[in-house]
């Protein structure tokens, strides 16, 4: 059983508050992703961190931030929400050589 | 930039019938990760079957089985005796294994599976 958790679970938010979405995994893995995934459940690869003070933007441009403090903690950070915003969240992690193991998602409503 | 393209946005099976969900991705690399996750409505990404490039032994998890063709760049999932159950959005993905550090999961755009009772 995969030991990465999102919280909340669901969040709906007014336009232009600051939200954090967090995450932790208790496996140990250097490698964190964070997706978006739309309504029609494409996933987007929007930030993701090799280890410890590195992160890089994925593949869909966002105006999300990331951190990555410590090894277990890779949270996301939206400064100013949007409706444009709304959507579902997916974190997940790996070591090098194995799969992902995804948390169960935030799903981020803006009114 | 390697690509996942799955073809058939929806499918449906009979329960107890035998599915197969296609696959194919764009890479130049030739040492890689392949993988199929399950989404159930629930939303929870699981892993369901991976395979190794380097491996021509097509993997096998119980009901799930997989036709890797590495020359043709195709990775099929097959799905033996349905179950109700096995309603989800199944993803095809990719990972590179040549170049650390260069180890983004790239997925496919899904496929629907609906079991028919």
């Known amino acids: 059983e995969a030991d990465i958790y999102q919280t909340p679970r669901y969040l709906v938010i007014g336009t232009g508050k600051k939200i954090t979405l967090e995450c932790s995994q208790t496996m140990g893995h250097d490698k964190m992703y964070w997706y978006q995934q739309d309504p029609g459940m494409e996933l987007h690869l929007i930030h993701y961190s090799y280890g410890v003070n590195s992160t890089e933007k994925g593949d869909l441009s966002s105006e999300s931030t990331v951190s990555r403090i410590r090894t277990e903690h890779f949270p996301l950070t939206l400064e100013s929400a949007r409706p444009s915003h709304t959507s579902q969240y997916l974190c997940?992690?790996?070591?090098?050589?194995?799969?992902?193991?995804f948390g169960q998602g935030t799903r981020l409503t803006v009114v | 930039a390697q690509t996942v393209t799955q073809s058939q946005p929806e499918m449906s099976v009979q329960e107890a019938e035998t599915v197969t969900l296609s696959c194919t991705y764009d890479t130049s690399e030739s040492d890689y990760y392949l993988f199929w996750y399950k989404q159930p409505p629930s939303r929870q990404m699981i892993l369901v079957i991976r395979?190794?490039?380097?491996?021509?032994q097509n993997a096998t998890e119980n009901r799930f089985s997989v036709n890797f063709q590495k020359a043709a760049k195709s990775f099929s999932l097959k799905i033996s005796d349905s179950q109700l159950g096995d309603a989800a959005m199944y993803f095809c993905a990719y990972r590179s294994r040549s170049n650390f550090g260069n180890e983004k999961l790239t997925f496919g755009t899904g496929t629907r599976l609906t079991i028919i009772p």
């Open positions: 997940a992690s790996s070591a090098r050589w194995t799969e992902a193991f």
């Open positions: 395979q190794e490039a380097y491996k021509q």
